[in-house]
């Protein structure tokens, strides 16, 4: 079965340095997101891109946070400047399609802002 | 506001028991779902639903869309289904709105 793959699947930073988050999603899959997930709190959106561009962002997605995805495969989460409150399970996901379709979810990227 | 409410917070049973967790969404949301997650962390994918009812091995989920409610059952539970079991609501544009989750214990 097609799986959805995220590396690192744990990574320590110092506060303030810049981490990329990288993801594979499933081929023929058109709609990327990423999502969080802090400690003991519920999974929260950050983006969905769609086309090459930015579908839709939450408030939490700000400036330090962009995405990309620089070669068709690879999808990659940016934060430039971290800070200890980006500690999180960071999840990336793929769909065919809006609304109806199902999600594939990876296996996370542990991050740690020490 | 898209908002997804899930109930309860935890559930205990004993290997054997039917087991609903119930999920209740706002006006907006179009489709429903059902998701797992484990201890390590990793989010599996169980139901989308969008209208009536779906079956996968032990587990079956529902949806009401006039009441705007939904429900996981998993007939003869064991211990390997203890996880947290998440309702998510996708509304017009395709992100997810999450519920906090039922952690759900199987004792032997």
């Known amino acids: 079965e097609p799986e959805v793959t995220q590396t690192p699947s744990h990574q320590v930073t110092q506060m303030g340095q810049e981490v990329i988050l990288r993801c594979v999603p499933i081929s023929n899959h058109l709609y990327f997101y990423w999502y969080r997930q802090i400690l003991g709190q519920k999974v929260e959106f950050l983006v969905s891109?769609?086309?090459?561009?930015?579908?839709?962002k939450s408030e939490i997605f700000d400036d330090q946070f962009s995405v990309e995805r620089p070669d068709g495969s690879n999808f990659t989460l940016k934060i430039r400047s971290t800070k200890l409150e980006d500690s999180a399970m960071y999840f990336c996901?793929?769909?065919?399609?809006?609304?109806?379709?199902?999600?594939?979810f990876g296996s996370g990227t542990r991050l740690t802002v020490v | 506001k898209n908002e997804v409410e899930q109930s309860p917070q935890n559930l205990t049973a004993q290997e054997g028991e039917f087991i609903t967790i119930n999920c209740s969404y706002s006006?907006?949301?179009?489709?429903l779902h059902w998701l797992q997650q484990h201890p390590g962390g990793g989010i599996v994918s169980l139901f989308m639903l969008s209208s009536g009812k779906k079956k996968h091995g032990r587990l079956i989920a529902t949806i009401n869309i006039q009441e705007k409610h939904s429900s996981l059952h998993i007939t003869a539970s064991h211990p390997r289904d203890s996880a947290v079991y998440i309702c998510?609501?996708?509304?017009?544009?395709?992100?997810?709105?999450f519920g906090e989750g039922t952690q759900l214990t199987v004792n032997p």
């Open positions: 006006v907006g949301i179009s489709a």
């Open positions: 891109f769609y086309n090459n561009e930015i579908s839709e």
């Open positions: 998510a609501g996708a509304a017009s544009g395709s992100r997810l709105t």
């Open positions: 996901a793929s769909t065919r399609g809006q609304s109806n379709y199902g999600y594939t």
